[in-house]
């Protein structure tokens, strides 16, 4: 709590008073964060595969942003049961923004519906894997830019039949 007066130029005293314990300052913290990574808009003309890869993207590198990462360990380390729901809430806005953008994608004929929610959850616990372990540990933050979009590119193509995607390219 020191080190948040001092960052915020006041005393540990007036930061108290404002918020009673650290379990109300992170929930302040989190209410103020951008909850759900914003997608760019899908764009006339382009592929369902093509698409697909660039929402995946966005979502696994809005998770490893370090700011994301940092109150993940801080909810985890704490063991605060509303950290905790807070937390999951927070996480899980993450999951349902990419379900709705399948959903959009489904609803503009570029995958099936029904697959878009069977494997939203598989493909995007597929794409952050062991790295997200390994960040949320204190390892390597993020995996390259190239890593992720080589890997994701491995799931949507390993899903492309399971989304009646068209075939994707060789």
Known sequence: MQGIANAANISKKTLYEIYPDKTAVFLAVLREQDTDPIFTPLEDGQS???ALIS???QVVSFIFRPRQLAL???AISEGDPELSRA?????DGSYRTFL???IEMADQGLLGRDAANRYADLMLGAAL????LRALAGGREEPRNSLINDRIC???DTFAARL?????PD
């Open 100 to 102: 709705a953008r399948m």
């Open 164 to 168: 009646q995607l068209d075939a994707a």
């Open 154 to 156: 491995d799931i949507v």
């Open 129 to 132: 894997g062991s790295w997200h």
């Open 48 to 50: 369902a595969r093509d």
């Open 55 to 57: 929402s995946m993207t």
């Open 72 to 74: 993940t360990r801080i």
């Open 87 to 91: 937390l999951e809430t927070h996480i």
